[in-house]
DNA sequence: GGCGTTCTGTTACACGCTGTTACCTAGGCC
DNA sequence: GGCCTAGGTAACAGCGTGTAACAGAACGCC
């Protein structure tokens, strides 16, 4: 694959400078944009595979601009924002972005998102979107999401609990995308009770939990081949799922 | 069977986004409504196969729209509010509301339901629906509500007591839908006297009974595949229910 | 009424699930 | 190497559910 060229859309140059330093760092082409306009303009003159955009672009917001280049192509868009409340996040997700990312972020985050984002759109071009999810595959394994039912490579079945279960369905859906203990945390929330003393958890159930799925869908437990860490950023579901339709 | 095209309509935007999400992250498409107008033209644009809908919509009574709607269209309705009195539930029914959740709910509850309700869509349109209910069908068992008895897949009769078969009765009339204990024993206590020194139950008379149940009607009590527990919510009927009518 | 049987709710205990904590190891930086 | 921080994990505690045992209620029969 050639290098990914990607927009770097922000009205402050400060950030947008740095920002496309730091990607051509690490071996992308980035393409500073300051507007919608120049956004057009790039498009226009050649291949773009990913746009970085920030939610606030002047007096436009970027869900609108990520709304109308929706409409038009398929580039995959990720928001960039100094909003981080979560009605934002949604509205992001509303309007087709892939992927959001508050300010100030982890700069090994925001990489893994651009590369997962890439991965995936690579894929979704070949693969048919999932309809009525049944069954998932990955790395020998099947995961029954009818009958609840987990069967290891070698045929025999594993049971989890219903936390377990919940926690692989999130990275079931989101393979090869990092994800930190926050958002798996707000997923599990979301999938749970949705009650709560502590609005947040402070401890660390994320980490116990993984160790925990671990210890019964990992070969070696030891040497995570599914459920990878990344140090400072939370974890990846590191193998291909294939999703089989109920017909 | 492709995946579900659902409408969340709340004027709340931080609520319907919230909904929103969580729904697309359960594998459904979920379209955000405000107001009937968008509702309508949602429906006009494409096929919708749910509607979400907030009870308090701006001045106007959800209750109203959906009298409405279910005057013009076949969409299955279920509505969310926070008014959780039992007289709202009622006039939730009445005017044909699929069902009724009471905010704020239990996510997995919402997620059950909602399932449930397509569930019961999809197979509505091809069966007859039940007029005068008499005998009921189920993962090889059978209950003849004339003669209140109950038949095994191996053809023998099982006596239940009266509370058991009250209990059977709920489950058989609400396959697939989660009920909670309180929810089964207000259900119970319709069929029953409905008075009461202590109006709630603060025993586990509903555990209990769920127990005595499956050890008659479950193949396996230990590993029940009828009368299925969801931690933290309830218990659930899970398989379909053919009901025949008396000719 | 007295008696036995059946039904039903309460209680107590067992057990599995899950979050917290504490301690240890691994990785990164000086 | 030393130091600091992030992550792995064993141990523990709290909670929800399953269920056996018990007691009282309801009912039928004499």
């Keep these: 694959m050639t290098i990914p060229r990607l927009l770097v859309v922000d009205d402050d140059a400060e950030t947008r400078g740095m920002l496309t330093q730091f990607l051509r760092q690490n071996g992308f082409i980035a ?21 970085l955009l920030d939610v606030m672009l002047g007096d436009e917001y970027g869900v ?15 928001l960039v924002s100094a909003l981080s409340a ?3 996040r949604m509205a992001g997700y509303e309007v087709g972005a892939d992927d959001y990312i508050a300010k100030p972020f982890n700069p090994n985050l925001l990489l893994a998102r651009v590369k ?9 071009s070949s693969l048919t979107y999932r309809r009525s999810i049944s069954t998932f595959r990955f790395g020998g394994w099947c995961y029954d999401a009818k009958r609840d039912e987990v069967t290891s490579p070698q045929g025999y079945q594993v049971s989890l609990s219903r936390k377990e279960t919940a926690l692989l369905k999130v990275f079931l859906g989101n393979p090869h995308i990092p994800l930190t203990r926050e958002e798996i945390n707000t997923a599990l929330d979301v999938t749970g009770d949705g009650q709560d003393v502590g609005s947040g958890n402070p401890g660390r159930a994320i980490d116990v939990l993984v160790g925990r799925l671990r210890g019964k869908i990992e070969a070696d437990p030891k040497i995570p081949e599914l459920l990878r860490t990344q140090r400072g950023v939370g974890y990846v579901f590191a193998v291909d799922v294939a999703v089989e339709d109920d017909q």
Tied chains: 1, 2.
Excluded: F, N, Y
């Design 31 to 51: 393409l500073p944009c300051d507007s919608e306009s120049t956004i057009r303009d790039q498009l226009g003159s050649g291949r773009v595979d990913l746009i």
């Design 64 to 78: 609108d601009i990520c709304k109308r280049l929706r409409h038009e192509q398929d580039v995959p868009v990720i």
């Design 86 to 88: 979560d009605h934002h």
């Design 116 to 124: 997962a984002v890439l991965h995936r759109a690579k894929r979704s």
